[in-house]
């Protein structure tokens, strides 16, 4: 049941997005990812592998680190885990036409005792992140009462990852490529100043603008004098560009 509905929506023989396939038994069961996606209206789909698809959530504004911010998260249907690694583009006339940016990606730690989905029933879903843009813990609230029943508000905790006055703007390229999304859209190579490592290197990496990027000198120096190092990343390996 969970993916007939993402199915239903598309024909695979016209689209590069992947069809659900095997469970991915190499993807540990904790991946969360954020493709960033310019279709009808520029959204974030904010995803998190629980019982085995992507649970989503479009978010028109995106998430923020600002404790501040509470941006409106439409949940939307389950995607298959495959798609979680996608970049590139969806061909016109095809639903969700446009380019998607695999914008970031990483895994995620439930918290409290509750099953996943069980926080999902509830409307009060809370998780840490572990990504290259986000990290920390958030929290995905339904707002009940409200329209089709599907309104929920995407929030961050504070804690040491909160960044007041935290624009989205200033991140607007790859996690996996380093390409903007004009540069996804025109299917142009990926940057060869994309580095490899994952971590805290990566999310300082990812602070700097477009110009700087190639700066690996001064994210190492910035990584090296963090005191909070990103844990480990076991899913990379499994996850394939699209
Ligand atoms: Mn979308």
Redesign the pocket.
Known sequence: MPLEEYVAKRKFADTPEPAPGKKDAGAGGNYFCV?R?D?TRL?Y?FRLEIDGVLKSW?VPKGPSLDPGVKHLAAH?EDHPVEYGGFEGNIPAGNY?AGS?MLWDRGTFDLLGDVPAEDQIKRGDLKFRLHGEKLNGEFALVLMKGRGKGNEWLIIKKRDEFAALGWDIESYAHSALSGRTQEEIARNLPVKKSKRKTAGAADRVWASSRPAARGAAKSAKTAAASSSTPAPKKKIRKSIQAA
């Open positions: 493709q996606h279709a959204h789909d479009a939307v969700g998607v």
